[in-house]
């Protein structure tokens, strides 16, 4: 079953309207982040896809991530609760709930924007060039898990 298209517009704004439910003081389902913190920890995948900000992985961890971990990212099987988590993502310091929002809408808008051609064969930091697909399957199920997480 194919996941839905983070590319098109309904999907889109699905997403955002679950992001504007949520409140500073919303307590997560599971995990340890608060919301803020689980905002800017979702801007991560958006930073490495759109920003000059994270070191690219050496040779070998490139293949090791390539090798294990981009199938189980970019496929369509949701995330398990509790699944351990890339250091580049773990966000330990409070975050402002409103900034770290409002940058993963506009990262929304802009990869909706730019569209599956945009994605198609684009460079991943971690994995190396991704289809479209797997790119949307990449920040779809991330948000969906993380928006789950915290009931909207």
Known sequence: MALPNIFSPEVTA???DR????KPDLSPKWGKMNAAQ????CNVSYEMAFENKHAKPNFFLRFILGTFI?????N???FKQGSRTAPAFI?????DFNAEKKRLIDYIHKTEALGAAGFDQKESL???KLTSTEWNNLFYKHLNHHLSQ???
Do not use: Y
Request: charged residues 25%; without cysteine; glycine residues 6%.
């Open 70 to 74: 981009k199938p189980v990212v970019v």
């Open 38 to 41: 689980m905002l800017a920890h």
């Open 19 to 22: 992001i504007e439910r949520l």
């Open 126 to 128: 971690s994995f190396g």
């Open 76 to 78: 369509e099987t949701p």
């Open 150 to 152: 915290f009931g909207v």
């Open 91 to 95: 966000i330990a310091d409070e975050r």
């Open 14 to 16: 699905t997403l955002i």
